[in-house]
């Protein structure tokens, strides 16, 4: 137990060290990340989204990288979302979208966000791709919320993501519930002080059960966003119990973990949708990746001595 939150703290602590990352990028994603990432650019993703569809699997596909610095480089990043959604389209891919708000200009300001998600909803809506804003660490998610709700206002491909480790996190349910939410909701990535969040892995369990019972017998899409078996049954017990259909939820699996549990789902018949990041700023989350799961680090150092 000691051992494994000395690990995660050396991970969390590692994402964000820039020397790190900037190694990271020159020598590319051959270390082991390539396991869990797409590929370092969108063409590079092609042809792993068409074998995830040919299996059975639809895809949401995130482009790495996170807070940019300049309008410029928000206004570049949104353009690049938009060819991605153009590319999705163009190669009818069985895909959504994912992206993070503050690569959009979040830090910068709030016009210049909405500006960037706009153009970018009304070029998914043209093709009838969903879009979902990641949740980032604690400080940037009411913010998130609020461009979520005016946002939703006028889109309906918007989806968003609820943290149950924050101690809010049922508040924030209860108030997007007027908006028909599409909602994926998760345990948590980020390092969080205990003045915000569960300490408590059993309470930030216990709490992913009740958004997920909470949003779901409210009739809204839910997408439960874990590869913990006891939430995957917990879920699957939930809906047989209620009646709920097959098409008011999903699951969804980043990319390269628990690739049998992800077919077995399929062959159930449940809609299961693979996380796939793709980008050149793999770096922080793959760090992020080995904080949940240090048992990951063991392909992540076979793959350091793969020629
Ligand atoms: C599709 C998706 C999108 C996400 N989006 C966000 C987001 O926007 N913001 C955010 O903060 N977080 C996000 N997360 C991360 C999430 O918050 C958790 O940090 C992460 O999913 C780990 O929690 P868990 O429920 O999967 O399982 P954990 O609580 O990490 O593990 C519980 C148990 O599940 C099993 N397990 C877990 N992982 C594996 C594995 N790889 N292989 C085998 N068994 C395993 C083990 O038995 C483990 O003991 C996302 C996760 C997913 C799946």
């Known amino acids: 137990?000691?051992?494994?939150?000395?690990?995660?703290?050396?991970?969390?602590?590692?994402?964000n060290n820039k020397l790190l990352d900037r190694l990271a990028k020159r020598f590319g994603t051959s270390f082991g990340a390539d396991k869990i990432v797409g590929g370092e650019t969108f063409s590079q993703a092609i042809p792993l989204i068409k074998q995830l569809n040919h299996d059975g699997l639809q895809v949401t596909v995130d482009h790495l990288g996170e807070f940019v610095e300049s309008e410029a480089e928000s206004r570049k990043r949104c353009q690049e979302g938009i060819e991605t959604i153009q590319a999705i389209a163009?190669?009818?891919?069985?895909?959504?979208?994912?992206?993070?708000?503050?690569?959009?200009?979040?830090?910068?300001?709030?016009?210049?966000?909405?500006?960037?998600?706009?153009?970018?909803?009304e070029e998914a809506e043209k093709y009838d791709?969903?879009?979902?804003?990641?949740?980032?660490?604690?400080?940037?998610?009411?913010?998130?919320?609020?461009?979520?709700?005016?946002?939703k206002e006028k889109h309906a491909n918007l989806g968003t993501v609820i943290q149950s480790y924050l101690y809010r996190s049922n508040d924030y349910v209860d108030e997007l519930q007027?908006?028909?939410?599409?909602?994926?909701?998760v345990k948590g990535a980020y390092?969080?002080?205990?003045?915000?969040?569960?300490?408590?892995k059993q309470e930030v369990d216990a709490n992913l059960k009740r958004l997920i019972e909470k949003n779901l017998l409210n009739g809204h899409y839910t997408a439960v966003g874990s590869h913990d078996d006891a939430i995957i049954d917990f879920t699957k017990k939930l809906v047989k119990e209620h009646g709920i259909s097959k098409d008011q939820f999903e699951f969804q699996m980043l990319y390269g973990m628990r690739n049998q549990t992800q077919s077995d789902l399929v062959k159930e018949g449940y809609t299961v949708r693979v996380y796939l990041p793709y980008g050149e700023d793999w770096y922080g989350y793959f760090m992020r990746r080995l904080a949940e799961r240090p048992a990951n680090i063991a392909f992540a150092v076979k793959g350091m001595f793969k020629k």
């Open 1 to 15: 137990m000691i051992l494994e939150a000395i690990s995660k703290n050396f991970f969390l602590y590692l994402s």
């Open 90 to 121: 163009h190669h009818q891919l069985n895909s959504e979208m994912s992206l993070k708000l503050t690569s959009l200009g979040l830090d910068i300001s709030k016009e210049l966000v909405m500006e960037n998600m706009e153009r970018i909803l």
């Open 129 to 151: 791709i969903t879009v979902t804003i990641d949740m980032e660490d604690s400080s940037r998610c009411e913010p998130t919320l609020e461009i979520y709700k005016a946002l």
């Open 178 to 185: 007027a908006y028909d939410p599409y909602l994926r909701l």
């Open 191 to 200: 390092k969080e002080s205990g003045k915000v969040a569960f300490v408590d």
